[in-house]
């Protein structure tokens, strides 16, 4: 996946973010907190381990909840699914794309690991306020490398996967709790944490950084723009 290109100060700290649609850092799935993807797969795909690119119990037991309830209110995808639509396809609705999802997921089934699709999929999904992957919500949301995100932070953040802009701590906190507490009932279902951990987990205060959602590029604008400009005539736009 596309990633951003960062300018750093002769101090380590980060000057600025250069990017197009997609701000991205990608990540090694050993510099991603536990926390984090056990919430993911408790939450969007508790078979991933067992399957095979789809999981027919679960489409069926979201068939059957979805007609209960005469909406979609679970989804059947498995995490292997879902990044063959975020790499390959759009997100409408039709028999066609479902059937090509299905495909797709087959194939990356076939020639990457577990490890290799988990680590694809939390650098690729979509979490939020322009953030792409795992350590840009980290640090959009908390300041934090995605290695560091304790419980609380993880299972808020793997709660946006379902809706974004929706659950955005930054637009609706009660209902981004709401979703937070929901993510650690189902890793405590899936013996992921404990019942105190997770009790504790959901009390626990988060401090945000809401000042992360201000493009950086501030501090020294026209230092920034005389390095771009020497980064695209070396290098080209496109890479840059």
């Known amino acids: 996946p596309s990633e951003s290109t960062i300018f750093y100060a002769a101090d380590g700290s980060i000057l600025a973010r250069i990017h197009r649609e997609e701000n991205r ?8 907190s536990p ?22 119990k679960g489409i069926l037991r979201a068939a059957f909840k979805n ?6 209110v679970e989804g059947g995808s498995t995490i292997t699914q879902q990044l063959a639509r975020n790499i390959f396809l759009s997100r409408r609705r039709t028999v066609a794309r479902k059937l090509a999802e299905a495909i797709l997921a087959l194939q990356l089934e076939r020639r990457y690991t577990k490890e290799e ?23 959009l949301y908390f300041g934090k490398h995605a ?18 802009e929706v659950y955005s701590p930054y637009r609706n906190f009660s209902q981004a709790k709401q979703r937070q507490v929901h993510v650690l009932n189902r890793m405590l279902d899936h013996k992921y944490i404990t019942e ?13 950084f809401p000042k992360n959602l201000k493009r950086l590029g501030d501090l020294a604008p026209y230092f920034i723009n005389w390095v771009l400009q020497d980064l695209i005539e070396k290098y080209g736009e496109e890479l840059v």
């Open 117 to 139: 699709i988990l680590e694809l999929y939390l650098n690729q999904v979509y979490l939020g306020h322009n953030s792409y992957g795992i350590e840009s919500a980290a640090n």
């Open 67 to 72: 007609l209960i309830y005469g909406r979609v």
């Open 25 to 32: 850092l990608v990540v090694p799935l050993s510099k991603i």
């Open 196 to 208: 105190e951990e997770g009790n504790r987990a959901a009390r626990e205060m988060l401090n945000f």
């Open 35 to 56: 926390s984090f993807y056990q919430a993911v797969i408790a939450t969007e795909d508790p078979s991933f381990y067992q399957h095979r690119g789809l999981d027919l």
């Open 147 to 164: 290695s560091d995100l304790d419980l609380a932070e993880a299972a808020l953040i793997a709660g946006l996967i379902r809706g974004p």
